[in-house]
């Protein structure tokens, strides 16, 4: 089961240390105003909503994921099942947020009572339940244990995260434990949003604001997954990085102190001065070797990430 290539992770140090950096800005700013924190709190997780149903197939755009959520309104022409997605989403996520601080312990029964918010009123019969039965996920590039088998391997994913024994950071003990959650595929139906939402009990637990994989990402978080199956993770850590660097800078550009102007990189590039091409820029911000994040399709940066990497490389010459 602990088939972990390390391989990666001195290329992806600069990275890790840039969001530390970044966590430790945040926590040193902290009380941060209530009125701010809660307005990024329920913007994210309508965010996190509904690019985590959507990820399943859920057609609710993000316009009508938030009036689901806060207006109660039923969106017509989509189907109850998709409003209870949403509403059980949403659940989910404050239930999330009042069992996890510093001292916070991974255990299976939140992880069994994410997926009984996530299934409610949609799947009864088996929400917070272990699956008793064989399954087979369409696309991937392996079988789920036996049913069997479930619960134990459960139980000794929980154990390896919580000892640790390869001294992995947070981000890396996300990204292993998402993994390997969905590898043991441990339920029936409503594996992929228990999981995104179980793997940020670790993050959040660390000071980390919630990592959201986006819908628009979704071929590459497939495809990063099935190389984790042989035990490469360095596309679904960078994954996870990227995920992670946005939410982060939705909470410092919030910051009043704030001095960081993130543009995307097509007007970036029309800059006077830029030594580099949009191409170039963007290949740099999809291998997180500058400060970057993305919206929509679109990636944004700074002038001061783009002029950080072009000193750092003088350095390395």
Not at 38 to 47: A, H, Q, T, V
Not at 54 to 63: A, H, M, V
Not at 73 to 86: A, D, P, W, Y
Not at 290 to 314: C, F, P, Q, S
Request: with cysteine.
């Amino acid at each position: 089961m602990w088939n972990i290539d390390l391989k990666y992770r001195e290329e992806f140090q600069a990275t890790f240390d840039r969001l530390y950096e970044k966590k430790q800005v945040l926590h040193t700013s902290r009380p941060l105003p209530a009125i701010a924190i809660n307005k990024i709190r329920e913007s994210l997780s309508i965010e996190w909503t509904y690019n985590s149903n959507s990820i399943e197939g859920n057609t609710l755009s993000l316009r009508e994921t938030q009036m689901v959520i806060q207006e109660g309104i039923t969106v017509k022409g989509k189907s109850l099942r998709e409003h209870f997605e949403t509403h059980n989403h949403d659940k989910a996520i404050d239930y999330l947020y009042n069992i996890v601080s510093e001292d916070y312990r991974l255990r299976s029964i939140d992880i069994l009572s994410l997926h009984g918010l996530v299934l409610r009123s949609i799947e009864d019969d088996f929400a917070g339940r272990i699956r008793n039965g064989g399954v087979r996920i369409t696309g991937a590039n392996f079988t789920p244990p036996n049913a069997n088998k479930v619960a134990d391997l459960l139980d000794e994913l929980i154990d390896f995260i919580t000892a640790n024994p390869l001294g992995l950071n947070d981000i890396e003990l996300a990204a292993v434990f998402h993994h390997k959650l969905v590898w043991i595929h441990p339920f029936f139906d409503g594996n992929g949003r228990t999981v995104r939402l179980a793997m940020n009990l670790i993050l959040v637990r660390s000071g980390f604001p919630p990592a959201i994989i986006l819908k628009n990402d979704r071929k590459k978080y497939y495809e990063a997954l099935n190389q984790a199956n042989g035990g490469n993770y360095q596309k679904l850590t960078l994954l996870m990085c990227q995920s992670l660097e946005r939410t982060l800078n939705i909470y410092l550009n919030a910051l009043p102190d704030n001095d960081k102007d993130y543009i995307e990189i097509s007007n970036l590039v029309q800059e006077p001065n830029m030594p580099y091409g949009q191409e170039y820029i963007s290949l740099l911000a999809r291998t997180g070797k500058i400060d970057a994040y993305k919206e929509g399709r679109n990636w944004l940066t700074t002038r001061e990430a783009i002029e950080n990497y072009m000193n750092n490389r003088k350095r390395k010459r």
